[in-house]
């Protein structure tokens, strides 16, 4: 009898996903017809195989990261890895920020959050001496550090295109992950956004002309955690602090934000002690799922996302629970940090 040996990356095609099974044009288009309303069965099959098949290389990148990670003993850094969300990809295709789905750099990403920024950089300063053959030529443009978004936003995303050292991965060749960098502060930030768009019901995340002035106060206290945190400038370094504070006490006065996201209860859920965990943020609760292998956690993702398309749903692993709860606060409603760092400006 003949014995059929199967490679690892055949193993991981028959799991995950095969990224040459529908052509980059069947990608693309079945991505523009699910963000304009009019997706099929077959489109969302489409897609979905290649969002999955990107598990590859971030299983590839994350063991590389978590290696990194041990010669680095020294910092305390939080990580965790997730395939992007369904209705977060058709938000980029539907309001322009991603031009189609097969050219899209952040389906696969992973998260690491540090204690201070020369953490950050003496980090990067060392993964990018074994993996600059993956790192895209237009890095620093992605440095919002260095030049912080109009929105407040603070932070590095690198963008690497997986070069494939065997014969056999190299199927995944030029698939794309992003690697997302934060201090812990910046990241207490973005938390504080994303759950105060669940709250409101209105995305500034996506929409920056949602709530103008409550997006206004969140560029404020961005630049305010900057200065007070870690000694930077943000996207308004010429505002003094005296009315950089007044505006903050002003539109919190009208709008109470700060104390919605202070009141805001810290979920009870427990998270399953499994590696892969399915979350979902539903009618106001979050619900979390978990399961022995990536592919039965993806396959159940995919029929929440069809069955409740409005609802935050996201497939994440990380190296503990707690990690996950940390890197994924806004599932959890956790704005405590955030909103003890400000507090001193509303005073």
Not at 91 to 102: E, M, Q
Not at 160 to 177: E, N, R, T, V
Not at 221 to 250: H, I, K, W
């Amino acid at each position: 009898m003949a014995i059929t040996t199967i490679s690892r990356e055949g193993l991981w095609m028959a799991a995950y996903g095969d990224p040459k099974k529908y052509s980059k044009g069947a990608v693309s288009r079945a991505g523009t017809k699910l963000s304009v309303g009019q997706g099929a069965a077959e489109d969302r099959e489409i897609v979905n195989n290649w969002r999955n098949s990107h598990a590859y290389i971030l299983n590839t990148f994350q063991a590389n990261l978590r290696d990194y990670m041990r010669r680095h003993g020294g910092m305390n850094i939080t990580f965790a890895q997730r395939l992007k969300r369904l209705n977060t990809i058709i938000d980029k295709l539907s309001t322009g920020r991603a031009n189609d789905l097969a050219s899209m750099h952040d389906l696969a990403g992973c998260r690491l959050i540090f204690d201070s920024i020369e953490e950050i950089q003496e980090f990067r300063a060392s993964f990018h001496k074994t993996r600059a053959k993956h790192l895209r030529d237009d890095q620093d443009r992605y440095d919002y550090i260095a030049r912080p978004k109009s929105t407040g936003y603070r932070g590095i995303h690198e963008v690497y295109k997986y070069a494939s050292q065997s014969i056999g991965g190299q199927i995944y060749s030029g698939l794309k992950i992003e690697i997302q960098y934060r201090t812990r502060t910046q990241h207490a930030w973005a938390t504080a956004v994303e759950i105060s768009d669940l709250l409101d019901g209105a995305r500034i995340k996506f929409d920056q002309n949602a709530n103008p002035k409550r997006e206004r106060l969140f560029v404020l206290a961005s630049e305010y955690l900057a200065r007070t945190r870690e000694n930077q400038r943000g996207a308004f370094p010429d505002v003094n602090d005296a009315d950089l504070c007044r505006e903050m006490r002003e539109l919190e006065g009208e709008l109470g934000v700060i104390h919605t996201l202070d009141m805001a209860r810290r979920s009870a859920t427990e998270i399953p002690q499994r590696k892969h965990i399915v979350l979902h943020f539903h009618d106001g609760e979050l619900i979390a799922e978990g399961f022995a292998s990536g592919p039965k956690a993806m396959a159940y993702r995919d029929g929440i996302e069809k069955q409740h398309p409005a609802d935050d749903v996201v497939y994440v692993t990380a190296q503990s629970t707690g990690a996950i709860a940390d890197a994924f606060r806004n599932y959890f409603r956790d704005a405590e940090d955030f909103v003890e760092s400000v507090k001193p400006a509303l005073a």
